[in-house]
């Protein structure tokens, strides 16, 4: 090659190299800058614990500050509420490091033993003497230092559970193989929710479905069709139920019954109007003096307008905003199609469920008695909502750069019992029958046999091609020796034989 023809490609090596522009000719296309921070391998899981972390701290100043007088008239330390919920708090931090050291292919395979353990609870708190009833509900089965809630185990595995079988069948994935597992499930669960009833329950399991078929790609007719086949279903609800139909009429017009069905939609308001632009003081609030029901739970988010103001609120709906980004940066991110599936699911049904809790309290949609995750008092609800940040902070992990991060940074000990790092960013649903067979996902053979079989096919591996490669010898083609100590020869492509492999 002559120096005229290379002096061309050096020059455009050096401007390369240098960044600077030439005189003439096309400007060079600009790269879109952002913050060199959210581009960190661990960004991630920074943002979901780092968001989850603030908002499990302003639950829990917020359920002292709301609870306080309410105990203190029922004859109670003050100080009671808030340390139950502080000591929750606790085990769920220790559901959280749980969650973080799960590994993703060990959450896969117990998923549907996980499953049938939720039909037999959501079967036995359905049994007088097992269940607790709470205001013509049965939803709680009595465990001493808490009530453990059935419903919100079961959001949570389900959104596993169709995570894992949507991943297994991505390869031959139509609209009906899409559905099929999935929908039917969410029929029985929903009908043994109505049962007990708990009608917010089935409406975040549909959180829980909406994030899985709009993650697995279900197309957009399609939930179209669901939004109208679910307003025909609640229309019935609401008919079958009186007072299902006392919700929407108060949602509509809060001031016709406002000793009644309005009562407490009407408090909500008044404690969000006093509260102003600044908020009247942490611990200044005049709802919570037994005025506005249920409101260290339910209506937790009026005492933060109160007392922290419209700026307090604000702070409370970034930090959601941060989680939902965090969960789909984390699904858009990571290579593994479980991880992908219930990432969406999880933070649909999250940011949903404080969607539903915060719409409601501002009067923008019917009361539904979901709480607001992280930071309303509750037992259960807290412990499984830490256990799913702990997921997520997991899920993160999983990412390719994340994966390449923890294997080679010099971490401490602490660090690395707490998180440790995974064995690959894919790891396989399945165990490895051998020592030497990686960590990943199956090969393509393997996964093009399944395929094979699910159309009523069969494909046999031969054991001239299987045998070497589980004994240790080396493979045929790949540069070994012979006995006599010449080289293998190469075959350019595998011999097919009639009736084997193809």
Aim: proline share 8%; net charge positive.
């Amino acid at each position: 090659m002559t120096s005229t023809e290379t002096r061309p490609r050096t020059a455009r090596a050096d401007r390369e190299r240098t960044g600077s522009r030439p005189t003439g000719g096309r400007r060079p296309a600009r790269r879109r800058v952002g913050p060199a921070w959210l581009d960190g391998p661990m960004t991630s899981c920074h943002l979901v614990l780092g968001s989850a972390g603030l908002l499990l701290l302003i639950g829990l100043v917020m359920v002292f500050s709301a609870s306080a007088i309410e105990a203190a008239l029922d004859d109670q330390p003050a100080w009671a509420p808030g340390v139950k919920q502080l000591v929750l708090a606790c085990i769920g931090l220790g559901a959280l490091v749980v969650g973080m050291r799960l590994p993703v292919g060990l959450v896969r395979r117990h998923a549907p033993k996980a499953l049938v353990v939720v039909f037999a609870l959501l079967l036995l708190v359905l049994i007088p003497g097992i269940g607790l009833e709470r205001n013509g509900a049965r939803q709680w089965i009595p465990l001493g230092v808490t009530d453990f809630q059935p419903s919100e185990l079961g959001k949570l595995v389900f959104a596993l559970w169709g995570a894992h079988m949507l991943a297994l069948r991505e390869r031959y994935m139509t609209t009906r193989a899409l559905l099929v597992p999935v929908l039917p499930v969410f029929g029985v669960l929903a009908l043994l929710l109505i049962a007990e009833p708990d009608f917010g329950g089935v409406v975040s399991l549909g959180l829980v479905l909406v994030g899985l078929l709009w993650a697995g790609g279900l197309p957009l007719r399609w939930f179209g069709a669901f939004a109208a086949a679910g307003a025909v279903l609640l229309a019935l609800m609401v008919l079958v139920a009186p007072y299902r139909m006392e919700r929407v009429t108060a949602f509509m017009d809060p001031f016709a019954d406002p000793t009644n069905t309005g009562f407490q939609a009407i408090r909500g308001f008044y404690a969000l109007a006093s509260g102003g632009l600044w908020g009247v003081g942490l611990g200044n609030s005049k709802m919570k003096w037994n005025i506005l029901p249920e409101a260290e739970s339910d209506y937790i988010f009026a005492i933060i307008g109160e007392e922290l103001g419209f700026l307090g609120c604000l702070v409370v709906v970034t930090l959601y905003g941060v989680l939902a980004y965090a969960g789909f940066r984390i699904a858009r991110r990571s290579a593994d199609r479980f991880v992908q599936l219930a990432s969406v699911a999880i933070t649909v049904w999250l940011i949903g469920q404080a969607t539903m809790n915060m719409g409601y309290v501002v009067g923008m949609l019917p009361v539904t008695g979901v709480t607001l995750p992280l930071i309303s008092a509750g037992g259960t609800s807290l412990i499984l909502t830490l256990f799913i940040v702990g997921l997520l902070a997991r899920f993160a992990c999983s990412e390719p750069a994340a994966v390449e991060h923890l294997r080679a940074a010099d971490r401490s000990r602490l660090a690395r019992l707490l998180l440790p790092a995974p064995a690959s960013a894919v790891e396989p649903a399945r165990p490895r029958r051998f020592p030497d067979e990686p960590a990943g996902p199956p090969p393509a053979t393997g996964a093009a046999r399944t395929l094979l079989h699910s159309r009523g096919t069969s494909a046999r591996r031969s054991p001239a091609r299987t045998e070497p490669a589980r004994r240790g010898a080396p493979a045929r083609g790949s540069g070994a020796t012979t006995r006599g100590g010449a080289p293998a020869r190469r075959d350019p492509a595998p011999r097919r034989r009639p009736g084997g492999d193809r």
